[in-house]
């Protein structure tokens, strides 16, 4: 059931070299388990790989980048020449290139554009497909085993077209959890590097192409990766900043800490000026980023707290919208709800993950909170002056799962009145201690219960987008739809609001929408 809405072709990156990638992510995600109430390709954008992020349009970005200094990017110089259309034309373009493909999270899309940063600035192109480049990279998920698997089945395809010298290497989370044991499940890569070494991938393939036969970069607790001198930004008017790296939560289910290592928080200074470098460029949106974005603790002698640093970054000039995600309930304190509150640019929507209703589970998930204190979290949400959106994500089927535990997710969600859920099926993971745990829900099971749960949310969503017909609210617009004048955006609630416009150029403006109809993801309307 759509509204009449097609975005399923025209959603482009910044050149043609993210066309491809966003098609193929587009593909994967309407593939995906867990995705909850995707009944369009209109998908929100969610943690975890749930849907593909960034919409940009190329025109947009031509004018965008027209007003660069040539020779400098985010202020940094550069050897090469940046051309109008986002491509990098770096001194060796044609001799090395590289082909970047990205499975996972917003965390992974904004690792994957400091790598092309990277890259970029030593000297490398971009290319649009794998036979093409010298150097192939994937950039991995391993949440789950699916996203797991999904790696060695791409790995198995470029096998197949892998040519003579070409170099195939696998970052990201993948990487970091399996190490050297890549080599051996796929013997054709020679590169295997974890997020916190990316600075050091040019050294790396150097090192490859003197004659090494295999080589790793998989240290986990470095905050290089926060400082990257060039970030190839995916989208022109949206841009991501990442605050803190690592996770220090130890959920018993969860393979992050150990593929992103440590907490590690970047200096406020560091966060701001890329901030305000990044409204210097145009940019009016931008979202902070961090596994545990809330429990952000300042490491410089200004000891900002977490909604500190979201005013300052609202404060930036030319700054209209702050996101951020994702927040854990343990550090979510009220001074965040105040910040918003105040900050008509602290966009009003809150990602608060519960993972279960149930707090027996929670206590075997190690999450650090009761049912009813993240109930009372929820209501700070609900009761503040201006009015909150609140998504969550949550696992069906951990180990131990009663129907009374399952049964009490249930009813949090009708307590919780979520505008998004993205549901999972446990997965056992490798290293974490819910893998040894006892009383496992066979798989069958676990399908029930996550249609059960996206069944009761999806009447939940249908009600709360049908009260909003009627309103109006601001949409940036990052979309056109194949068919004409219509076009896309988001309201600073995140919700995808699809709209007519007699206005052509509005690609990356703020335009005052109506909302005509609804449906459980997305609502559909008329520009004022
Ligand atoms: N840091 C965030 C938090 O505290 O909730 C979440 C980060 S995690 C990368 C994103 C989501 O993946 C989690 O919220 C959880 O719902 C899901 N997830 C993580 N490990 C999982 C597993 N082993 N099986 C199923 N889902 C999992
Ligand atoms: Fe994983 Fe828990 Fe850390 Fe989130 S808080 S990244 S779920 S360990």
New binding site residues.
């Given amino acids: 059931m759509g509204n009449g809405f097609d975005f399923s072709v025209e959603r482009l990156g910044r050149t043609g070299v993210l066309s491809e990638r966003l098609k193929r992510r587009q593909a994967e995600a309407r593939e995906r388990e867990?995705q909850a109430i995707s009944e369009t390709s209109n998908e929100t954008q969610g943690?975890?790989g749930n849907a593909a992020g960034g919409v940009a349009e190329e025109e947009g970005l031509a004018s965008r980048l027209a007003g660069l200094k040539p020779g400098t990017y985010m202020g940094q110089p550069l050897d090469g020449e940046l051309k109008a259309n986002g491509e990098y034309i770096g001194v060796d373009a044609g001799v090395r290139s590289f082909y970047l493909e990205t499975f996972g999270?917003q965390?992974n899309d904004h690792d994957s554009e400091k790598v092309a940063g990277v890259l970029l600035a030593r000297g490398y192109a971009q290319v649009e497909r794998p036979e093409d480049a010298g150097v192939i990279l994937y950039n991995t998920c391993s949440?789950?085993?699916k996203a797991a698997q999904k790696v060695f089945s791409r790995l198995g395809e470029y096998k197949l077209t892998k040519k003579e010298g070409q170099v195939i290497g696998v970052l990201g989370c993948l990487a970091q959890q399996e190490g050297e044991e890549i080599f051996e499940r796929a013997p054709w890569v020679s590169l295997v590097c974890g997020s916190a070494s990316y600075r050091k991938l040019p050294e790396m393939i150097a090192e490859l192409e003197a004659g090494n036969r295999r080589i790793t970069g998989l240290d986990n607790d470095t905050d290089e990766t926060f400082e990257t001198p060039v970030t190839r930004r995916d989208n022109p008017w949206r841009a991501y900043i990442t605050i803190i790296e690592g996770?220090d939560?130890a959920?018993s289910?969860?393979?992050?800490p150990f593929t992103r290592g440590p907490e590690r928080s970047r200096a406020s200074a560091s966060v701001l000026e890329e901030g305000r470098q990044l409204a210097a460029l145009g940019y009016t949106e931008v979202q902070l980023l961090g596994?545990?974005v809330n429990s952000y603790a300042d490491p410089s002698a200004r000891k900002m707290r977490f909604s500190d640093l979201l005013v300052a970054t609202a404060e930036t000039a030319g700054m209209r919208r702050v996101r951020f995600t994702?927040?854990?309930?343990r550090d979510f304190g009220v001074d965040i709800v105040q910040a918003i509150e105040a900050y008509p640019a602290i966009c009003n929507h809150v990602h608060l993950?519960v993972?279960s209703g149930s707090t027996e589970l929670l206590a075997k998930m190690a999450?650090t909170y009761t049912r009813e204190e993240y109930l009372e979290k929820i209501g700070m949400l609900q009761g503040a002056k201006r009015e909150i959106s609140i998504t969550t994500?949550?696992?069906v089927g951990?180990p131990g799962e009663t129907e009374k535990d399952f049964e009490e997710t249930l009813t949090l969600l009708d307590a919780a009145q979520y505008d998004a859920v993205?549901?999972?099926?446990?997965?056992?993971?490798p290293n974490?201690p819910?893998l040894t745990m006892e009383d496992a829900i066979p798989e069958e099971e676990k399908s029930r219960r996550l249609g059960v749960l996206l069944a009761r949310q999806r009447e939940i969503q249908i009600a709360r987008n049908a009260k909003l017909v009627g309103r109006t609210f601001e949409v940036m617009v990052e979309g056109r739809s194949r068919r004409e004048n219509q076009f896309m955006g988001h309201t600073s609630c995140n919700r995808i609001l699809n709209f007519t416009s007699p206005e052509q150029e509005v690609l990356g403006h703020y335009r005052q929408v109506r909302v005509t109809s609804s449906s459980p993801n997305s609502l559909a309307g008329e520009v004022e």
Avoid at 253 to 256: D, E, F, P
Avoid at 326 to 329: A, D, E, G, K, Y
Avoid at 422 to 429: E, G, M, T
């Fill in positions: 867990g943690p975890c999270c965390m949440i789950r085993e996770c939560k959920c289910y969860c393979v992050v596994q545990t994702t927040s854990h309930p993950p993972q999450r994500d949550i696992i951990f993205f549901a999972f099926k446990y997965s056992p993971r974490t819910s």
